[in-house]
C-alpha cells in the first residue's frame, strides 16, 4: 500500500520557536494533502487541506498564521507550527490521497508528537 | 455538527467475543465509509472499507455491515484478540470530490485474556 512519511515523530521545543513538521508520500503523487490535530483520547480534528501549488484551506478556528502550510510539491507538505506554546502541545497528523490511482483512502503518517515547554 | 456518530466510546471484550462498532450519518451524498485502526502513538492505518452499493464486506475477522436507507455501518471483530485492543475510528467521505473524510470520535477497544 501507499506509505505516508511524517518527520520528525516527536519534537521537544521551547516556548516560541518554531517547529517544522514534513509529510511526504513516498510511492505515490498527492494533490491534496490533509492536517489533523488529535487531543488525547479524541477524535481527529482537520485543521486545514493543502492543495500543491496553492494556498492551504483552513478549517473555522484555525489561526493560519500560527499554523504555516506550504505544498510545494506532489510529495511534500509541510506545517510549520510558529511562535509555539504549550498549549500547542498536541499529536499532529497528515494524510493524503492517492488521485492518479484514485482508490477513495486516505493514506495516514505516522503522526508528529509536538511537546512546548 | 457531528456529521459521523459513533458509538460506543469504550468496549471491553473478553478474548474470543465479538466486539461490534456501531456509526452513523446523515449525509446522503457519502459515497464511501472506511474504518480505520489507531495504536498509541500511531497514524490510522485503514482497516477495511465499504461503499453503498454493497450491505457487507468481509475481510478476514473484520466485517463491514451497511443499511443505506438506516443511514447506519458498524464494524464487526470476530474471534477479537488483545492485539486488536486500539481505537477505531469510523469515518465517511465523497470519495470522487476529493473532499475531507468525517470522522466519528472513535472507540477504545480492550480485549482481555
Known amino acids: 500500500g501507499a506509505v505516508v512519511s511524517q518527520h520528525p515523530s516527536r519534537v521537544i521545543c521551547k516556548s516560541g520557536t518554531s517547529v517544522k513538521i514534513e509529510c511526504r508520500s513516498l510511492?505515490?503523487?498527492?494533490?491534496?494533502m490533509f492536517w489533523y490535530r488529535q487531543f488525547p483520547k479524541q477524535s481527529l480534528m482537520l485543521m486545514a487541506t493543502?492543495?500543491?501549488?496553492?494556498?492551504?484551506?483552513?478549517e473555522q478556528g484555525v489561526e493560519k498564521d500560527k499554523f504555516l502550510i506550504n505544498h510545494a510539491s506532489l510529495t511534500l507538505s509541510t506545517l510549520t507550527v510558529t511562535s509555539a506554546h504549550p498549549e500547542d502541545s498536541s499529536f499532529y497528523i497528515c494524510s493524503a490521497r492517492d488521485r492518479v490511482r484514485n482508490t477513495g483512502e486516505l493514506f495516514f503518517g505516522e503522526g508528529s508528537r509536538l511537546t512546548v515547554l | 455538527q457531528q456529521q459521523v456518530k459513533q458509538s460506543p466510546q469504550s468496549l471491553i471484550v473478553q478474548k474470543g467475543g465479538i466486539s461490534i462498532i456501531n456509526c452513523a450519518y446523515e449525509n446522503t451524498a457519502f459515497d464511501y465509509f472506511p474504518w480505520y485502526q489507531q495504536f498509541p502513538g500511531k497514524g490510522p492505518a485503514l482497516l477495511i472499507a465499504i461503499r453503498p452499493d454493497v450491505s457487507e464486506k468481509k475481510e478476514g475477522r473484520f466485517t463491514i455491515s451497511f443499511n443505506k436507507s438506516a443511514k447506519q455501518f458498524s464494524l464487526h471483530i470476530m474471534d477479537s484478540q488483545p492485539g486488536d485492543s486500539a481505537t477505531y475510528f469510523c469515518a465517511a467521505s465523497m470519495e470522487n470530490t476529493g473532499n475531507q473524510f468525517y470522522f466519528g470520535t472513535g472507540t477504545s477497544l480492550t480485549v482481555i485474556p
Open positions: 510511492d505515490f503523487q498527492a494533490t491534496t
Open positions: 493543502s492543495n500543491e501549488g496553492s494556498k492551504a484551506t483552513y
